[in-house]
T-cell receptor, first 111, second 116 residues
Framework: QQPVQSPQAVILREGEDAVINCSSS?????VHWYRQKHGEAPVFLMI?????EQMRHEKISASFNEKKQQSSLYLTASQLSYSGTYFC????????????FGKGTRLSVIA | DAGVIQSPRHEVTEMGQEVTLRCKPI?????LFWYRQTMMRGLELLIY????????DSGMPEDRFSAKMPNASFSTLKIQPSEPRDSAVYFC??????????????FGEGSRLTVL
């Protein structure tokens, strides 16, 4: 089942913060975050495992609430380079299953 | 090291024609995935292989779609006959054994298919 991401799109000014949410109706083993710039391939940001710690990639961090089957991506002091579409990918509770990606959140950072 | 290599990058064809998309995974990666990306549905998994063997093709939309992996360094996704609704960006991704479902997927740059 495809996870639901919110918001669908967000526009920020440089230096502002944003939160992107990813929610699943099923129990999860892990949540993965990818960023895709326009016309390019998705690039891995981080993975959050069940029972694991909050992860960080530069000024981007993420959390995973296993009980709520939700993950949030926190972008702090956004930079122009953060612009792109962010996808969460979820792995089912049993593990060892291919990722199912959400539809993505389009983030635009303007000067 | 070279990443995942896909060809062609762009393909424009007419309805009814056969389309073949190609992928070379990263050397040493035992898992290969084909995804399709559209605005409406996002990234959808079509099929994945482990050691050249198809493991799950439940995402392949119709019999018009087929995928093969004749060896560890090459895979194809074929659409025959193609239809306008097949227009999308098709991504190939690979992953090394041991981290395949809990690690990074390495994506190619994608093949943008337009069926007129």
């Amino acid at each position: 089942q495809q996870p639901v991401q919110s918001p669908q799109a967000v526009i920020l000014r440089e230096g502002e913060d944003a939160v992107i949410n990813c929610s699943s109706s099923k129990a999860l083993y892990s949540v993965h975050w990818y960023r895709q710039k326009h016309g390019e391939a998705p690039v891995f940001l981080m993975i959050l495992l069940k029972g694991g710690e909050q992860m960080r990639h530069e000024k981007i961090s993420a959390s995973f609430n296993e009980k709520k089957q939700q993950s949030s991506l926190y972008l702090t002091a956004s930079q122009l380079s953060y612009s792109g579409t962010y996808f969460c990918g979820t792995e089912g509770a049993g593990g060892n299953t291919p990722l199912v990606f959400g539809k993505g959140t389009r983030l635009s950072v303007i000067a | 090291d070279a990443g995942v290599i896909q060809s062609p990058r762009h393909e424009v064809t007419e309805m009814g024609q056969e389309v073949t998309l190609r992928c070379k995974p990263i050397s040493g990666h035992d898992y290969l995935f084909w995804y399709r990306q559209t605005m409406m549905r996002g990234l959808e998994l079509l099929i994945y292989f482990n050691n050249n063997v198809p493991i799950d093709d439940s995402g392949m939309p119709e019999d018009r779609f087929s995928a093969k992996m004749p060896n560890a360094s090459f895979s194809t996704l074929k659409i025959q006959p193609s239809e306008p609704r097949d227009s999308a960006v098709y991504f190939c991704a690979s992953s090394p054994t041991g981290t395949v479902f809990s690690g990074e997927l390495f994506f190619g740059e994608g093949s943008r298919l337009t069926v007129l």
